[in-house]
């Protein structure tokens, strides 16, 4: 056998081998460039499926939502309470759903009891007032004046307009003519002549 012939022959399994190799890579690359464009369309078409869908499940409970509920702007609610006294509840928005027309929730709800100098007043970010006890339930960033002084800072407030009583059962910091003081609940009875902390209650008195 010639010294050619000898190399053609210990080097034909390999170009065998690696023209193997390539007709392999050359289907794969065929077959990715059907694939790869397929996969991407149905992509394409689930996320138009999704949006179509959510789309027609969504509007309709919005438009239900508008249906079921009365909007009203600049909101006032007025009463009095069984002392004499009148008292108005203003509201940037309130919204009232048909199903519980009593129940009407509030941003950004005040409460004004009395008139004039004296009048006491109690503002919170969100609220809920029922008109069918006249239960006023305040909630975050509420502040209470009761209009001789004393004002005080929670995060909730409960609010009964028929005896003008209020009770939070979150913790209070006040500020009044006498110092100040700090409790995890309290309450504010008789026109507000009364006020009863409990829970680690701590006061400090600045003499006049």
């Not at 009463?79 to 203003?90: E, L, N």
């Not at 027309?101 to 009891?113: D, G, T």
């Not at 006023?136 to 001789?148: C, E, N, W």
């Amino acid at each position: 056998m010639t010294e050619t012939a000898a190399i053609n022959a210990a080097t034909s399994p390999q170009r065998r081998a690696e023209l193997t190799r390539w007709r392999r890579r050359s289907r794969l690359v065929r077959t990715l460039r059907v694939v790869l464009p397929a996969i991407m369309l149905a992509i394409l078409a689930t996320l138009g499926g999704l949006v179509v869908w959510r789309t027609a499940t969504e509007q309709p409970a919005a438009q239900r939502e508008a249906q079921t509920a009365i909007r009203l702007v600049n909101a006032r609610f007025v009463g009095q309470v069984k002392d004499g006294r009148s008292f108005m509840i203003g509201a940037r928005q309130a919204l009232r759903d048909e199903k519980d027309y009593q129940s009407v929730s509030l941003m950004e709800p005040a409460l004004v009891v009395g008139q004039g100098q004296g009048s006491s007043r109690v503002t919170a970010r969100i609220g809920n007032y029922n008109e069918s006890d006249r239960m006023l339930r305040l909630r975050g960033d509420v502040r209470i004046d009761d209009g001789k002084g004393l004002r005080f800072a929670a995060q909730e407030a409960v609010i009964d307009t028929r005896t003008g009583e209020v009770i939070g059962q979150s913790q209070v910091q006040g500020d009044g003519p006498l110092g100040q003081l700090t409790a995890n609940s309290y309450s504010v009875q008789d026109k507000g002549d009364r006020l009863v902390l409990k829970g680690g209650v701590r006061a400090r008195i600045e003499g006049r």
